[in-house]
């Protein structure tokens, strides 16, 4: 499970919390910052015009995507630089065809198509293309996913402040009670604050996370890509660990053991 997440998000309400207890005491929390007619506008109306916004299935696959914010990487760059210079090295010493035996033991799925075209003898130009080609179209479902939390984000203080703007209009027809306008504004306002949580407590961190672990799935299978189509060619093992390392940054290049590709 990924810590971060989780903290992250359970620690941006309890900071919420502190400061509301802190104006309006805990006695008054329900009473002053829970409004049903506001939770309504604000949330049904966010949720619903992204729903309009998108697919049945692509909204149900956004809504499924928050899971994956709490989900750590099964895998990093650099081991994964490590099991292909391993895979340089058995190539290396008994041939392309001995990759397939190896194949057959593999959880990723990515790779294994990979090394399998290559055993069958495939052209590296087409390698390369198919294994792009079903990239970009990881990535495009992925863009689904975060597309759905930055529609959900935009459309949250979007709603709340439509609710406040019935909260006004409400108040402004009922001015002939002078001691009402206080707390008529007060629940006016608490719909800016529900769409303004909304987006940055929950749609914005989110959206982000996806982000971030799109662009690491993406390099790691950039690596995957690279990794191969060295085997392909036949290049030392030393020569494609040192490749492989240049999508590291320093400080991370020391990570990966020199000892996988120094064999030859």
């Known amino acids: 499970m990924d810590i971060a997440s989780l903290v ?3 620690m941006c309400f309890v900071m919420m919390l502190v400061g509301i207890m802190n104006g309006a005491g805990l006695a008054n929390l329900v009473k002053e910052y829970v409004d049903p007619a506001s939770f309504i506008i604000t949330f049904g109306g966010a949720f619903f015009a992204t729903l309009t916004s998108h697919s049945l299935q692509d909204y149900i696959k956004g809504l499924k995507s928050f899971t994956l914010i709490f989900k750590a990487p099964a895998q990093n760059i650099s081991e994964m630089i490590r099991k292909i210079t391993d895979l340089s090295n058995v190539a290396r010493k008994e041939g392309l065809l001995s990759l397939e035996e190896a194949a057959a033991d593999m959880d990723d ?4 198509k990979g090394i399998l075209l290559m055993v069958d003898g495939t052209d590296p130009e087409l390698v390369r293309a198919i294994m792009e080609t079903e990239l970009v179209s ?4 992925h863009k689904n996913c975060m597309g759905f939390w930055d529609t959900l984000g935009a459309m949250g203080p979007a709603w709340g402040m439509i609710g406040t703007l019935i909260g006004l209009i409400d108040m402004l027809y009922h001015m002939d009670n002078v001691a009402t306008l206080g707390p008529a ?3 006016a306002l608490v719909t800016t604050f529900y ?6 407590a929950i749609c914005i961190p989110v959206s982000n996370k996806l982000k971030a672990d799109n662009a690491v799935e993406m390099m ?3 690596v995957m890509i690279e990794g191969l189509l060295s085997i392909q060619a036949g290049e030392n093992p030393r020569v494609i660990e040192e490749k492989l390392k240049s999508f590291l940054s320093p400080s991370d290049r020391e990570a990966v053991a020199s000892d996988a590709g120094g064999e030859e």
């Open 138 to 141: 990881i990535e495009s479902r």
């Open 220 to 222: 790691l299978k950039e």
């Open 195 to 200: 769409g303004s949580v909304l987006a940055n």
């Open 185 to 187: 504004m007060a629940v």
């Open 109 to 112: 799925a990515f790779l294994k």
């Open 8 to 10: 992250g998000l359970i």
